[in-house]
């Protein structure tokens, strides 16, 4: 991540597992730390909303709708707030399920998340508006018939496997 000490300039910088960076010339210190993303869980009688993803990481591959938290958001604010803009959808009634740890390669910088996914029932399918630069296609997928080996995610096909499960 860092060549260079970003105070001094020093060539001397170390990490430590690479989350921990340290200039021992000036005392620097930086920690990077677990990127907060959220994914939510929409189903409808027996069936669950998994979207196709436009672009990498995963083109082409389904995902479920969510991202990355923005600073001052809550988990429940940032989902919400990723279903509207992914799928022209309100709603806010989210149900915490589980979280996973998972890697999300984007522009050659690996991020190391906390994927915290919820879960909502809706009474009846929405009509969606899909963002086409983040969405290739939405589908309903029965949950006994998922098929985990096309979901993008390690973290997203383990909470998919563990709320069909139960």
Known sequence: ???????????????INGSEYRCPDCGFVYYH????????IITCD??????????NP????FDLPGGFVDHGESLEQALSREVEEELGLTLTDWQYFVSLPNTYRYTDVLYHTC???FSIELSSRP???????????????ERDKIDLTT????????AIRRFCRR
Request: with cysteine.
């Open 33 to 40: 730390n677990t990127a907060s993303a959220v994914a939510g």
């Open 115 to 117: 994927d915290a996914v």
């Open 58 to 61: 995963g083109k082409g591959m």
């Open 127 to 141: 009509t969606l508006t899909p963002e086409a630069s983040e969405i290739l296609q939405v589908h309903w997928l």
């Open 46 to 55: 027996n069936a669950m909303l998994v979207t196709q993803r436009a672009r």
């Open 151 to 158: 979901i993008a995610f390690p973290s997203l096909r383990e």
């Open 1 to 15: 991540m860092f060549n260079f000490c970003p105070q001094c300039r020093s060539a001397n910088i170390s990490t």
